[in-house]
T-cell receptor
Framework: GAGVSQSPSNKVTEKGKDVELRCDPI?????LYWYRQSLGQGLEFLIY????????KSGLPSDRFSAERTGGSVSTLTIQRTQQEDSAVYLCASSPSGTPRETQYFGPGTRLLVL | KQEVTQIPAALSVPEGENLVLNCSFT??????LQWFRQDPGKGLTSLLL?????REQTSGRLNASLDKSSGRSTLYIAASQPGDSATYLC???????????FGTGTSLTVIP
């Protein structure tokens, strides 16, 4: 079956522009996670969606970052007024119900470069 | 905040060698620990998940152990193969909250 997909695979933008990154989780998975992987650093948690519950936004680095999940499926991560330090690989993951006993299934990521 | 450290950062071994990757974490209040593999330009693939009540998990040539009291996990790879070349990441999930804390990874190269 289809795994987690993300688009675009690569994005180059100019400083100050807004960008939108998309994640399509595995069908039927209620939990969705966004992570950021900066060069030379580990993965950094950004945000977590579980069903219709309020998302856990505790990892978002600034108010320029926001995310939404429509219809409990597709999610969009938006970065406003991009900065060079936003350059990173943005990874999305999903899991069946979000319980700690489950593994997370990761997408291939979107590589963002802010010039 | 949970700090996860992986040693070594990079490792190069000849094919057929057994090897151990290390992961240490500062907060023993973890619910589970996972080992992932990341190939260049690709996402993460889960290898093994160890619940806090378990001490180890095995899958094929891979064996992962967890010692919560010392804050350590190891990934043992037996009879390494060139196809094992990748970056290996460990991640811990705390008892509270929804986020995994990832280490910076160990880049493994298996030389034919």
């Amino acid at each position: 079956g289809a795994g987690v997909s993300q688009s675009p695979s690569n994005k180059v933008t100019e400083k100050g522009k807004d960008v939108e990154l998309r994640c399509d989780p595995i069908s039927g998975h209620t939990a969705l996670y966004w992570y950021r992987q900066s060069l030379g650093q580990g993965l950094e948690f950004l945000i977590y969606f579980q069903g219709n519950s309020a998302p856990d936004k505790s990892g978002l680095p600034s108010d320029r970052f926001s995310a939404e999940r429509t219809g409990g499926s597709v999610s969009t991560l938006t970065i406003q007024r991009t900065q060079q330090e936003d350059s990173a690989v943005y990874l999305c993951a999903s899991s069946p119900s979000g319980t700690p006993r489950e593994t997370q299934y990761f997408g291939p990521g979107t590589r963002l470069l802010v010039l | 905040k949970q700090e996860v450290t992986q040693i070594p950062a990079a490792l190069s071994v000849p094919e057929g060698e057994n090897l151990v990757l290390n992961c240490s974490f500062t907060d023993s209040a973890i619910y589970n620990l996972q080992w992932f593999r990341q190939d260049p330009g690709k996402g993460l693939t889960s290898l093994l998940l160890i619940q806090s009540s378990q001490r180890e998990q095995t899958s094929g040539r891979l064996n992962a152990s967890l010692d919560k009291s010392s804050g350590r996990s190891t990934l043992y790879i037996a009879a390494s193969q060139p196809g094992d070349s990748a970056t290996y990441l460990c991640a811990g999930l705390r008892n509270t909250g929804n986020q995994f804390y990832f280490g910076t990874g160990t880049s493994l190269t298996v030389i034919p």
